[in-house]
Protein backbone atom coordinates (compact mmCIF):
# COMPACT_ATOMS: atom_id res chain seq x y z
CA UNK A 1 0.00 0.00 0.00
CA UNK A 2 1.39 3.45 -0.84
CA UNK A 3 1.37 5.86 2.01
CA UNK A 4 1.63 9.40 2.10
CA UNK A 5 2.73 11.56 5.05
CA UNK A 6 1.37 15.15 5.51
CA UNK A 7 3.22 17.80 8.02
CA UNK A 8 2.52 18.90 10.16
CA UNK A 9 -0.83 17.69 11.64
CA UNK A 10 -1.85 20.71 12.78
CA UNK A 11 -1.36 24.04 12.58
CA UNK A 12 -2.22 27.42 14.55
CA UNK A 13 -1.90 30.54 13.49
CA UNK A 14 -2.36 34.02 13.23
CA UNK A 15 -3.76 36.08 10.26
CA UNK A 16 -1.41 37.25 8.04
CA UNK A 17 1.52 34.88 9.27
CA UNK A 18 2.87 32.26 6.07
CA UNK A 19 2.76 28.52 6.41
CA UNK A 20 3.77 25.44 4.41
CA UNK A 21 2.57 22.04 4.61
CA UNK A 22 4.39 19.12 3.48
CA UNK A 23 3.38 15.92 1.91
CA UNK A 24 5.86 12.95 1.06
CA UNK A 25 6.09 9.05 0.06
CA UNK A 26 8.46 6.97 -1.16
CA UNK A 27 6.60 6.29 -4.04
CA UNK A 28 5.86 8.11 -7.37
CA UNK A 29 2.43 9.35 -8.18
CA UNK A 30 1.17 9.90 -11.76
CA UNK A 31 -0.44 13.09 -10.36
CA UNK A 32 -0.82 14.47 -7.20
CA UNK A 33 -3.72 16.76 -6.07
CA UNK A 34 -4.50 18.99 -3.28
CA UNK A 35 -8.06 18.94 -1.18
CA UNK A 36 -9.58 21.33 1.31
CA UNK A 37 -11.89 20.13 3.33
CA UNK A 38 -14.15 22.21 5.87
CA UNK A 39 -16.20 20.75 8.48
CA UNK A 40 -19.49 18.58 7.95
CA UNK A 41 -18.23 19.18 4.00
CA UNK A 42 -16.48 16.94 1.81
CA UNK A 43 -13.04 17.44 0.19
CA UNK A 44 -12.36 20.15 -2.38
CA UNK A 45 -10.02 19.87 -4.93
CA UNK A 46 -7.80 22.84 -5.02
CA UNK A 47 -5.73 22.08 -7.87
CA UNK A 48 -3.90 19.14 -9.42
CA UNK A 49 0.14 19.01 -10.37
CA UNK A 50 1.24 15.91 -13.20
CA UNK A 51 4.94 17.16 -14.28
CA UNK A 52 7.84 17.15 -11.87
CA UNK A 53 9.03 20.16 -10.41
CA UNK A 54 5.67 21.78 -11.21
CA UNK A 55 4.63 24.91 -9.44
CA UNK A 56 1.10 26.42 -9.40
CA UNK A 57 -0.13 29.56 -8.20
CA UNK A 58 -3.79 30.14 -6.82
CA UNK A 59 -3.96 33.20 -5.56
CA UNK A 60 -2.26 33.23 -2.22
CA UNK A 61 -1.64 29.34 -2.10
CA UNK A 62 1.43 28.18 -4.13
CA UNK A 63 1.70 24.27 -4.56
CA UNK A 64 4.86 22.16 -5.96
CA UNK A 65 5.16 18.80 -7.21
CA UNK A 66 8.86 17.51 -6.43
CA UNK A 67 11.43 16.38 -9.08
CA UNK A 68 10.70 12.91 -8.31
CA UNK A 69 7.20 12.69 -8.17
CA UNK A 70 7.33 11.52 -4.72
CA UNK A 71 6.20 14.91 -2.70
CA UNK A 72 4.84 17.89 -2.72
CA UNK A 73 4.06 21.17 -0.72
CA UNK A 74 1.63 23.85 0.07
CA UNK A 75 2.13 27.24 0.92
CA UNK A 76 -0.12 29.90 2.27
CA UNK A 77 1.46 33.48 2.04
CA UNK A 78 -0.68 36.10 4.40
CA UNK A 79 -3.18 33.57 6.06
CA UNK A 80 -6.51 34.59 6.60
CA UNK A 81 -9.61 32.91 8.86
CA UNK A 82 -11.38 31.70 5.26
CA UNK A 83 -8.13 29.52 5.23
CA UNK A 84 -9.46 27.74 8.00
CA UNK A 85 -9.75 23.74 7.42
CA UNK A 86 -8.17 20.29 6.39
CA UNK A 87 -5.80 20.28 3.68
CA UNK A 88 -5.34 17.10 1.92
CA UNK A 89 -2.70 15.64 -0.32
CA UNK A 90 -3.53 12.92 -2.83
CA UNK A 91 -1.58 10.60 -4.97
CA UNK A 92 -2.90 8.91 -8.51
CA UNK A 93 -1.38 5.55 -9.32
CA UNK A 94 -2.97 5.11 -12.42
CA UNK A 95 -5.15 2.62 -11.62
CA UNK A 96 -9.15 3.53 -12.86
CA UNK A 97 -8.34 7.25 -11.01
CA UNK A 98 -7.91 5.20 -7.71
CA UNK A 99 -6.29 8.12 -5.24
CA UNK A 100 -4.01 7.39 -1.90
CA UNK A 101 -4.72 10.25 0.44
CA UNK A 102 -2.67 11.59 3.14
CA UNK A 103 -3.65 11.80 6.66
CA UNK A 104 -4.38 15.92 6.68
CA UNK A 105 -2.85 18.68 7.70
CA UNK A 106 -5.71 20.67 10.31
CA UNK A 107 -5.13 24.33 9.65
CA UNK A 108 -6.85 27.13 11.88
CA UNK A 109 -6.11 30.81 10.98
CA UNK A 110 -6.93 33.42 14.27
CA UNK A 111 -7.14 36.63 13.81
CA UNK B 1 -21.19 22.63 -11.27
CA UNK B 2 -20.64 18.64 -10.63
CA UNK B 3 -22.87 17.87 -8.47
CA UNK B 4 -23.09 14.35 -5.63
CA UNK B 5 -25.13 13.66 -3.41
CA UNK B 6 -25.84 11.39 -0.59
CA UNK B 7 -28.96 10.08 1.12
CA UNK B 8 -28.30 11.25 4.62
CA UNK B 9 -26.20 13.47 6.55
CA UNK B 10 -26.40 11.99 9.63
CA UNK B 11 -27.50 7.89 10.36
CA UNK B 12 -27.98 6.54 13.43
CA UNK B 13 -28.38 2.46 13.49
CA UNK B 14 -28.51 0.18 15.99
CA UNK B 15 -25.81 -2.78 15.76
CA UNK B 16 -26.27 -5.95 13.19
CA UNK B 17 -28.66 -3.73 11.40
CA UNK B 18 -28.68 -3.99 7.33
CA UNK B 19 -27.54 -0.42 6.86
CA UNK B 20 -27.74 1.37 2.93
CA UNK B 21 -25.68 4.50 1.87
CA UNK B 22 -26.76 5.75 -1.09
CA UNK B 23 -24.46 8.14 -3.86
CA UNK B 24 -25.81 9.83 -6.66
CA UNK B 25 -23.64 11.68 -9.14
CA UNK B 26 -25.37 14.37 -11.83
CA UNK B 27 -22.32 14.39 -14.51
CA UNK B 28 -21.73 10.98 -16.47
CA UNK B 29 -18.83 9.83 -14.54
CA UNK B 30 -17.38 7.04 -14.65
CA UNK B 31 -15.55 6.39 -11.43
CA UNK B 32 -17.51 6.06 -8.33
CA UNK B 33 -15.71 6.00 -5.05
CA UNK B 34 -16.60 5.25 -1.07
CA UNK B 35 -14.24 5.90 1.29
CA UNK B 36 -14.40 5.83 5.11
CA UNK B 37 -12.71 8.88 7.30
CA UNK B 38 -11.63 8.71 10.29
CA UNK B 39 -9.44 11.25 12.79
CA UNK B 40 -5.73 10.56 11.95
CA UNK B 41 -6.20 7.82 9.78
CA UNK B 42 -7.36 10.20 6.78
CA UNK B 43 -9.52 8.87 3.77
CA UNK B 44 -9.40 5.19 3.25
CA UNK B 45 -10.90 3.48 0.21
CA UNK B 46 -13.67 0.96 0.83
CA UNK B 47 -14.46 0.03 -2.83
CA UNK B 48 -14.63 1.67 -5.83
CA UNK B 49 -16.48 1.21 -9.49
CA UNK B 50 -15.55 2.24 -12.89
CA UNK B 51 -18.28 0.91 -14.97
CA UNK B 52 -22.35 0.06 -14.54
CA UNK B 53 -22.15 -3.40 -12.67
CA UNK B 54 -18.07 -3.46 -12.08
CA UNK B 55 -16.46 -3.03 -8.53
CA UNK B 56 -13.58 -3.40 -7.13
CA UNK B 57 -12.08 -3.88 -3.43
CA UNK B 58 -10.30 -0.69 -1.98
CA UNK B 59 -8.29 -0.76 0.50
CA UNK B 60 -10.59 -1.68 3.84
CA UNK B 61 -13.50 -3.53 2.18
CA UNK B 62 -14.28 -6.49 5.04
CA UNK B 63 -18.01 -5.53 6.55
CA UNK B 64 -18.83 -3.78 2.93
CA UNK B 65 -20.28 -4.59 0.13
CA UNK B 66 -21.19 -2.26 -2.64
CA UNK B 67 -24.05 -2.04 -5.72
CA UNK B 68 -24.11 -0.36 -9.45
CA UNK B 69 -26.89 -0.99 -11.66
CA UNK B 70 -26.80 2.49 -12.59
CA UNK B 71 -24.45 4.80 -13.94
CA UNK B 72 -25.02 7.73 -11.93
CA UNK B 73 -25.69 5.50 -8.68
CA UNK B 74 -23.15 4.20 -6.25
CA UNK B 75 -24.66 2.37 -3.09
CA UNK B 76 -22.78 1.10 -0.17
CA UNK B 77 -24.22 -1.72 2.15
CA UNK B 78 -22.90 -2.50 5.44
CA UNK B 79 -24.70 -6.12 6.20
CA UNK B 80 -24.22 -6.44 9.73
CA UNK B 81 -23.41 -3.07 11.12
CA UNK B 82 -20.91 -3.12 13.80
CA UNK B 83 -20.02 0.13 16.55
CA UNK B 84 -16.88 -0.06 14.80
CA UNK B 85 -17.87 1.07 11.61
CA UNK B 86 -18.98 4.49 12.87
CA UNK B 87 -17.56 7.05 10.74
CA UNK B 88 -17.62 9.58 8.33
CA UNK B 89 -18.61 7.77 4.49
CA UNK B 90 -17.69 10.21 1.94
CA UNK B 91 -18.74 9.34 -1.58
CA UNK B 92 -16.91 10.46 -4.96
CA UNK B 93 -16.97 10.28 -8.79
CA UNK B 94 -14.10 11.57 -11.00
CA UNK B 95 -13.30 12.67 -14.25
CA UNK B 96 -10.49 12.40 -16.30
CA UNK B 97 -8.91 16.55 -16.79
CA UNK B 98 -6.54 16.80 -18.69
CA UNK B 99 -4.08 13.71 -17.68
CA UNK B 100 -4.84 13.53 -14.16
CA UNK B 101 -8.42 12.07 -12.52
CA UNK B 102 -9.89 14.64 -10.58
CA UNK B 103 -12.39 13.54 -7.91
CA UNK B 104 -15.87 15.32 -6.51
CA UNK B 105 -17.31 14.16 -3.42
CA UNK B 106 -20.37 14.85 -1.68
CA UNK B 107 -20.91 16.20 1.84
CA UNK B 108 -20.40 13.17 3.73
CA UNK B 109 -22.80 10.51 6.11
CA UNK B 110 -21.46 10.67 9.85
CA UNK B 111 -22.98 7.05 10.75
CA UNK B 112 -23.22 6.21 14.46
CA UNK B 113 -23.35 2.69 15.13
CA UNK B 114 -25.07 1.85 19.07
Known sequence: TQLLEQSPQFLSIQEGENLTVYCNSSSVFSSLQWYRQEPGEGPVLLVTVVTGGEVKKLKRLTFQFGDARKDSSLHITAAQPGDTGLYLCAGESGTASKLTFGTGTRLQVTL | ?114
Open chain 2, 1 to 114: DVKVTQSSRYLVKRTGEKVFLECVQDMDHENMFWYRQDPGLGLRLIYFSYDVKMKEKGDIPEGYSVSREKKERFSLILESASTNQTSMYLCASSLLAGIAYEQYFGPGTRLTVT
